[in-house]
C-alpha cells in the first residue's frame, strides 16, 4: 500500500510531516494554561522523537529513501529542538546562565551540524 511506496506519501514521510505539525501543537500547548501542560509537553517532545527514530528505521529497511525525507527529517529535528529551547529560555529569563547557555550551546551545535551536513553533501560524502 501507500505506506511502503517511494515518493512523497509514505509512511517515513508522512511521519516527518507530523513532527512539523507537532510544532505548532507544542508552541500552543506551552502558552495555554492547562493542569496538566508539562506532561502535555514532554508527551509532544517525546512523541516527535520516537517518530524521528521510527521514520528513519523504517525507510532504510523499506529501502525507501527519498530526497524529499532527507532534507525534511534533519529540518523537523532542527524545528522542534530550537523551538524547545527558545520556549525553554524565554520561561526561565530571570535565570540566563542555567538556560540561555545551554540553549545557546545546543542551538550553535544544530547549525554546526546542518552546515556539516550541507558541505558533506556538497563534496558527496553524505
Known sequence: GWMKQSGLWNLPNVLTMARVAMIPLFIAAFYASLPYRSLLLFSLFLGASLTDFLDGYLARKWKITSPFGAFLDPVADKLMVCVASVLLAFAHQGHALDVALPTAITLARE????????????????
Open 111 to 126: 547549525i554546526g551540524v546542518s552546515a556539516l551536513r550541507e558541505w558533506m553533501a556538497s563534496a558527496g560524502q553524505r
